[in-house]
């Protein structure tokens, strides 16, 4: 088993007047025990972009916004003209191996974006069996970092297993949402 590198999240809320309330040092602390947890499962790692890398850091980038932000990036950088729940921008999974950057031993892994809305919304309506708007925000935040890891859905069966690798990281974290 490769050791766990060092983990740095940096996590910037643009939606300062979201209604719900959570606590950003504890979700920053949650992802970061999210990554080593996943870190832990030789399996998982051997599928992920990080299967033939050692590094002393690995870091990421979390944007929480609104709907109008979110359809904007969707928009420029997807083509999609609508807003949506999480993207990712898996700086270091999309390159091709040949191209991957590793700076002093660290590796950017990229950034997901989330909209507090969506999840919002998609508590209210159960779109992912979570019941609380908490609970869904962190099943997007795993589903961001999965993506950063390299992991992808081209279809049902690949998105149903993405799902149950989020929530057996949420748990095994020891998230208590």
């Known amino acids: ?7 740095n999240i940096f996590i910037e809320n643009e939606y300062k007047n979201f209604t719900e309330k959570f606590d950003l040092g ?3 602390f949650d ?13 998982w790692v051997k599928n992920s972009c990080l299967e033939k890398y050692d590094c002393r850091l690995l870091y990421f980038d979390v944007v929480l916004c609104n709907d109008e932000k979110i359809h904007e990036i969707n928009r420029e950088y997807r ?28 590796i950017n892994l990229g950034e997901i974006i ?11 309506e159960e779109s992912h069996n ?7 925000l962190y099943f997007l935040l795993a589903h961001g970092i999965l993506h950063l890891l390299g992991y ?3 279809d049902e069966k690949s998105l149903q297993e993405m799902w149950d690798i989020q929530q057996e990281i949420i ?3 020891g998230v208590n949402v």
């Open 114 to 124: 989330i909209s507090l809305d969506k999840a919002k919304f998609q508590a209210e």
């Open 26 to 28: 504890k979700l920053h």
């Open 79 to 106: 083509n999609k003209d609508c807003a949506t729940d999480v993207i990712t921008f898996a700086i270091f999974a999309d390159s091709p191996a040949e191209e991957r950057f590793i700076f002093d031993n660290e």
């Open 130 to 136: 979570q019941n609380s708007f908490i609970s869904e």
């Open 171 to 173: 748990n095994g974290a």
């Open 31 to 43: 992802a970061k025990n999210m990554l080593e947890y996943f870190l832990t499962n030789e399996e």
């Open 1 to 7: 088993m490769k050791k766990i590198p060092e983990i």
């Open 152 to 154: 992808d859905h081209e």
